[in-house]
């Protein structure tokens, strides 16, 4: 069989490089860093989700546009096949809320465990420190794979090259954008990149004072003038730039794009989605008849967090030292509003080395998805992030990167064994 080298040894360059080698190839995994997954093991705040227990038309959904790209992909390597591929290899696993996958111990490093023994059972030279300056090609339309070059100037011949560097997002994991270049180089066209599933800035001041503020159980809807992009329900933190957590980081895939063109676009924060306008108020009124003697300031504790009480009443225009059995109905009302919809203008968002993943990347017009072989070079193959697909939060992602790295594995592996036949 012939050989084929995978460049970058995240989730996808390993899922890749062990599926090569066990369909009977000689794999060369070539890792810029001094250890195998390095982002692996920050993922899900080092508890690494890896995969998410629901259907593959689920799965496509939470990628928008690029979703339909992976259906191929995905039938061959569901969320079925990823927690099958661990639990056989003793990974025991559990899920969680919003059907999030995780290893029951916790640790993301025991998820890079596995994925190391898969290469060691098959059989991959895995080169550490070992960066890549580019991939070599030989002949004309098409052009065939030869090899790829170091950068310490050796080179290595190949049947078969797949590219799986990942995005531009958290670099000093090595995500530092190279497979783009090296994917343009070889006539590719690149999307856009942007930040996807970053925190947010925005213009209010107040954030500063209620920095360290996590909200639960809140609904976080995001707004381009009268447009409703997204909105999400769950988890949030207020930041001393922003916001950020669980649901600001899926709203966030809308946001890039529409501020670097110039929109100033609005986040509304239903405090409490669980009340309609109706029963807020009769709560409102019940809590200001239990504290009338009380000043306002004094009398939202049931309702708010200590830090958002003053931001609350700021916004409401009425003075903090009222009596509440002053609070007249139309004060009552906008206060109702404020916890209904408090307001915040987003500026921009964190930059790419803030980012869990980067949205844009080599355009899918341009791989076959079934294959994730290149339209454009014989032997060439992407996986993982280094494409131009991001879904939401929840483990899809690393999904996406399993599923293309299988695919991308064994069809190199293909590719390479026809070659070293003729």
């Known amino acids: 069989m012939g050989r084929v080298i995978v460049i970058g040894?995240?989730?996808?360059?390993?899922?890749?490089?062990?599926?090569?080698?066990?369909?009977?190839?000689?794999?060369?995994?070539?890792?810029?860093?001094?250890?195998?997954?390095?982002?692996?093991?920050?993922?899900?705040?080092?508890?690494?989700?890896?995969?998410?227990?629901?259907?593959?038309?689920?799965?496509i959904d939470r990628f928008a546009g690029g979703g339909k790209f992976l259906y191929s992909a995905l039938h061959a390597f569901p969320p079925v096949a990823a927690w099958q591929f661990f639990t056989d290899r003793g990974l025991d696993l559990v899920v969680e809320r919003g059907r999030r996958v995780f290893p029951a111990s916790g640790n993301?490093?025991?998820?890079?465990?596995?994925?190391?023994?898969?290469?060691?059972?098959?059989?991959?030279?895995?080169?550490?420190?070992?960066?890549?300056e580019e991939i070599i090609t030989r002949g004309a339309q098409p052009r065939h794979i030869a090899g790829v070059?170091?950068?310490?100037?050796?080179?290595?011949?190949?049947?078969?090259?797949i590219l799986a560097t990942g995005g531009a997002s958290y670099p000093g994991t090595g995500s530092t954008g190279d497979g783009y270049v090296m994917a343009e180089k070889l006539g590719h066209t690149l999307q856009p990149l942007y930040p996807a599933l970053v925190p947010l800035k925005v213009k209010e001041k107040w954030v500063k004072e209620a920095s360290g503020l996590n909200l639960r159980n809140v609904r976080a809807r995001l707004l381009d003038g009268q447009e409703l992009l997204g909105s999400e329900f769950g988890e949030m933190d207020i930041t001393h730039f922003g916001v950020g957590g669980p649901i600001i980081l899926t709203l966030s895939r809308f946001v890039a794009p529409r501020v670097q063109?110039?929109?100033t676009l609005r986040l509304e924060i239903d405090l409490k989605p669980a009340l309609d306008d109706e029963r807020l108020d009769a709560r409102l009124q019940r809590d200001f008849q239990k504290y009338a003697r009380k000043s306002l300031k004094n009398a939202l504790n049931d309702l708010l967090p200590k830090a958002l009480i003053p931001v609350v009443i700021d916004l409401s225009d009425i003075p903090p030292d009222r009596p509440t059995h002053q609070i007249t109905r139309e004060q009552r009302y906008r206060l109702l509003r404020l916890l209904k919809g408090l307001p915040l203008t987003i500026t921009g968002t964190l930059s790419l080395s803030s980012a869990i993943v980067t949205e844009g990347g080599v355009t899918l017009d341009e791989v076959e998805p079934r294959t994730m072989a290149s339209r454009l070079v014989k032997g060439l193959f992407f996986a993982g992030e280094v494409l131009d697909l991001a879904a939401d939060t929840g483990g899809f992602n690393l999904q996406a990167a399993f599923a293309t790295g299988y695919a991308a594995g064994r069809h190199a592996a293909r590719a390479a064994g026809a070659k070293a036949l003729h």
């Open 108 to 132: 993301a490093a025991d998820v890079v465990r596995v994925l190391q023994d898969y290469l060691r059972q098959g059989g991959v030279s895995v080169r550490l420190n070992s960066p890549v």
């Open 261 to 263: 063109n110039g929109k």
């Open 9 to 59: 040894g995240g989730a996808a360059g390993m899922m890749a490089a062990g599926t090569a080698a066990q369909a009977g190839c000689d794999v060369i995994l070539l890792e810029k860093n001094n250890r195998l997954g390095k982002k692996l093991l920050i993922t899900g705040k080092g508890r690494c989700n890896l995969t998410n227990a629901c259907e593959i038309e689920e799965v």
């Open 149 to 161: 070059k170091l950068d310490d100037g050796s080179f290595l011949s190949a049947d078969a090259v």
